[in-house]
């Protein structure tokens, strides 16, 4: 039986000499404004970077969940960067981004999400995290609550989004609706008009935190995703790259995070291979409801947990379960370790594949596993192997002659790690 190997065309890095400075702002500009690497594809010159000089995120298997904390005003640069200051996370939005595939998810949590807080016993608004812990706590929170990893964080001091408008020269909207909303104990006043026009850094900061829509926070989640849409468009002007030195200056005292600057530069240059039109953005599904607690009556989003693992799935885990219930699969064991064959099954079942069978490879020694693909589709084959990575770090994908029943045979090698449960029954 013939058999070739599938390779993914390597795109090509150029040898143009970059500016650190203008790196490291880059990184920040980009963390402050698309939450996490989006908007990296505006610098042209990060693109040039040497490939081989860029550290990939080696620890990491499949996406990097990244974890933006937008907080009240005044936070970082007042109280030099303190991680735990009592101050609620007004904004919550897990990036998830692939750097095999460069799809990019955004989730936005809206900031009264009724969660149970680790380490207080209570049910509380996952807003509160932040106040009780600072980022390890909301992290942590925002794991549980949607069952995945959160590799780093980063939080942003709205002076800071201030400033970085004011500098780009602003944004324009097309603002929805009259907006007109006053509340002197927490700083708000709101003042925009309906219809097309350019914010600068107050006005934009108005136009994000207004939340008096017929959907409450949900309403403001969607105006936030607006602006984010806007400001990738100016980002990716040649008038805004010019001014990177300023920025950096300005920013780095409104932002924190514990990505260290081998992994923002990773990050940059991931951004630039990813296609902003086909960022996928969505808010956690749920409905708000009022509910009586030791604080009294407040207003809570109760998370449809069916919707929201769906859309975890989707945007997060990256797994399109529609699409991979078309895929037939087959799983053997080469590697003689007992349920391992079974245990690579259960996990594509999970994520939808029509697994069809589970058997004995004809021999037991394969030191690497194989991904082998039947037939012309090559996607079925990626999907596949991005699924079974975590469990078979080595497996490498194959294009085989003949026929089969199925279109993919998973043959599980003694690289298989059993690092999700297992069964000790055969194969």
């Given at each position: ?9 390597k ?13 490291i ?12 690497g ?16 860029v ?7 499949g996406?990097i ?5 937008g ?14 200051n ?34 207080t ?17 909301a992290?942590?929170?925002?794991e ?16 800071g ?21 006053e509340?002197p ?41 607006m ?19 300023t ?21 940059a ?8 039109e086909s960022v ?6 749920g ?7 030791q ?29 991979n ?7 053997e064991n ?20 029509d697994?069809r069978?589970?058997t ?11 991904v082998e693909?039947f ?11 991005r699924?079974?990575r975590?469990?078979?770090?080595a ?27 297992g ?5």
């Amino acid at each position: 039986m013939g058999e070739t190997r599938i390779y993914r065309k390597k795109e090509g890095s150029g040898r143009r000499k970059v500016r650190w400075g203008r790196v490291i702002l880059v990184v920040f500009l980009g963390m402050l404004l698309f939450a996490g690497g989006m908007a990296y594809g505006a610098f042209k010159y990060i693109r040039d970077y040497p490939e081989e000089q860029v550290k990939q995120l080696s620890e990491y298997e499949g996406r990097i969940n990244i974890l933006v904390l937008g907080v009240d005003i005044g936070v970082n640069g007042s109280q030099s960067k303190s991680l735990n200051n009592a101050t609620r996370s007004d904004t919550l939005i897990v990036v998830s981004i692939d750097p095999e595939t460069k799809d990019v998810g955004v989730l936005s949590i809206p900031r009264d999400t009724r969660v149970l807080i680790p380490g207080t016993g209570s049910w509380e608004k996952i807003a509160h995290a932040h106040a009780y812990g600072g980022p390890a706590l909301a992290v942590k929170t925002v794991e549980n609550f949607l069952g995945i990893n959160i590799h780093h964080y980063v939080r942003i001091d709205y002076e800071g989004f201030v400033r970085a408008v004011d500098i780009i020269g602003g944004v324009e909207i097309d603002v929805p609706q009259d907006m007109n909303y006053e509340d002197p104990a927490q700083g708000l006043y709101i003042h925009l008009k309906k219809g097309p026009q350019v914010l600068d850094g107050q006005k934009a900061l108005q136009f994000v935190r207004y939340r008096q829509y017929e959907d409450g926070d949900i309403g403001r989640i969607k105006a936030q995703e607006m602006f984010l849409k806007a400001l990738a468009k100016k980002a990716m002007s040649l008038a805004t790259v010019w001014k990177v030195p300023t920025l950096l200056r300005e920013l780095q005292s409104y932002v924190v995070t514990d990505l260290t600057f081998d992994e923002m530069l990773y990050l940059a240059n991931l951004g630039t291979k990813v296609n902003l039109e086909s960022v996928k953005m969505a808010i956690v599904p749920g409905s708000p409801q009022m509910i009586k607690d030791q604080h009294g009556e407040l207003s809570y989003w109760i998370p449809d947990r069916d919707r929201t693992e769906k859309v975890v799935d989707e945007l997060i885990r990256g797994i399109d379960r529609n699409i991979n219930a078309t895929i037939r699969v087959s799983v053997e064991n080469g590697c003689g370790i007992p349920g391992a064959a079974e245990r690579v099954a259960q996990i594509l079942r999970d994520q939808g594949y029509d697994v069809r069978s589970v058997t004995n490879a004809s021999r037991q020694d394969y030191a690497e596993s194989r991904v082998e693909l039947f037939g012309e589709n090559e996607d079925a084959a990626m999907r596949v192997l991005r699924s079974v990575r975590p469990v078979l770090p080595a497996s490498k994908p194959f294009k085989v002659s003949g026929k089969s029943e199925v279109d993919v045979r998973v043959i599980v090698g003694k690289d298989f790690k059993m690092n999700m449960g297992g069964d000790a029954n055969s194969p």
